[in-house]
């Protein structure tokens, strides 16, 4: 997309890795923090995105990372 560089941070809770909350500030980052609020409504732990596997190259591996 032509920019380098952005930020996300993931909040985890100790012993579930439950997702307390995560911030993302980059390019698309109003689309990426969704993946998050999606996993925070529905109870999951971020195993689940640390364990997917994503479509190549994607901005979603930057999610995926972030938890990895």
């Given at each position: 997309m032509g920019?380098?560089?952005?930020?996300?941070?993931?909040?985890?809770?100790e012993g579930t890795?439950?997702?307390?909350?995560?911030?993302?500030?980059?390019?698309?980052?109003?689309?990426l923090v969704h993946?998050?609020?999606d996993l925070m409504n529905a109870g999951k732990s971020s195993t689940v995105i640390r364990d997917a596997i994503p479509i190549h190259p994607t901005l979603a591996e930057a999610v995926?990372?972030?938890v990895s």
């Open positions: 920019k380098r560089g952005g930020f996300i941070k993931v909040l985890l809770e890795e439950n997702i307390l909350g995560a911030a993302v500030l980059s390019v698309e980052g109003a689309e993946m998050y609020i995926q990372s972030a």
